[in-house]
């Protein structure tokens, strides 16, 4: 394996001189971490006003960046870019916040056309949700919160009832990527609605994963209870007989954990540091990776160690870089010298490519914008690739 992820010239190969000239002027802001974070806090705010002014200057700068489109059809053709370059799609209606039973019906239809359109595209596999796409955030942490709720013993019918019909939604969105043979990849999101995320997802993997992997769960490694959740996530699979789908990623809600728990007295889920996660992470890359008759597993990372040593554990077990039950991905618009890379290596590489009106994927954009803030992070490692490319194909 010759793989290098400092080859800029594969990874920006889809893109025009202009274009790179736009992310290098945008991931320069995002180096501000004052800007970020004013910029974070009011936008969500000014969206609500309604002032074209800022609508389109998100929609020209970081919503150009990081989502395919305002519509599945304008998203499409980003689609069939990354396709040219033997690149796969997870696709993501990335409507977030919105509440009510009729926009988690109207959620659950939107899934489903985004489901039948990717059955008809060679190179996008997967779909991706979020639970609180269907249900009710408050809902979600009475279940989290109440022992009693978990068990399936509630005497609260409303409740029940509305259990049933987000579970309804699920079945329905995963019966029809059963039959059209497309993977869906269930998010992972704030640590205190994630039981009963969990354990939906066991349900659907129980009913659709038997022979082959269409539900995949999602673990974020910076909880630290995280990697045994996987190993008993797997003992429950091979008990019950179903494969066990999981899509591996760092969390991107750690500020956020951290803080309640302080709030609340509590003890943070998180890991005490970066290494810690940076290990369990690889842990559990290995893990899935020695169990792959068992486990399917998308490595969900810009993690340039983590990617790198997946691919060489694939290497030295002699596992074919085809595998389909290992699959990598990134962000669009974050890590292109990674996924170019390995896709040159043959590798199964997706981007992960929400779409949605600008103001419904405002938090997904602020999420990526605080991400790529941080001074350690992956503003200045962007920058400096963006730049290498600028200046290669200047000489
Ligand atoms: C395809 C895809 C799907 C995703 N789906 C989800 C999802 O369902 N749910 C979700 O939450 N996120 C999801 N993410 C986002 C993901 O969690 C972030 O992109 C990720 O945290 C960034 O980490 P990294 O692996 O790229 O590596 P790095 O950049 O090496 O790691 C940064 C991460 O490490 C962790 N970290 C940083 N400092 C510390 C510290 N002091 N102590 C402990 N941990 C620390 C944090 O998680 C931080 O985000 C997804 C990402 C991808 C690519």
Redesign the pocket.
Known sequence: MNISFDNTENAFAYKSDKELKSARLLFNTMGFPWFVQLGTRLTPYIMKTGVPMVHGLIRKTIFKQFVGGETLEETASVGNTLGRYGIQV?LDYGVEGKEGEENFDRATEEFIRVINYASTQTNIPFI?I?VTGLARFELLQILNEAPRLRSGIHDHEEEIAEWDRVRDRMYSICEVAAEKNIGV?I???ESWIQDPIDRLTMEMMEEFNKEKVIVYN?I???RHDRLSFLKLSHKIARQQGFKLGM?L??????EKERERALDKGMASP?????E???RD?DESVRYCIENIDDISV?I????EN?NLFAASLLEEKGISHKHHHVHF???FG??DNITFNLAKEGFNV?K?LPFGPIKDVIPYLM?RAK?NSSVS??TGRELSLIKKELQRRRA
């Open positions: 997870i991706s979020k990849l998010d992972a999101e999602t974020q490694l910076y899509k990623v760092r969390g991107a809600y750690m998180i890991q005490k540091d970066k810690s996660t940076d992470f998308i969900a990372s810009h993690n983590s991905s990134q962000l974050m890590s997706s992960y999420r991400e992070g992956q």
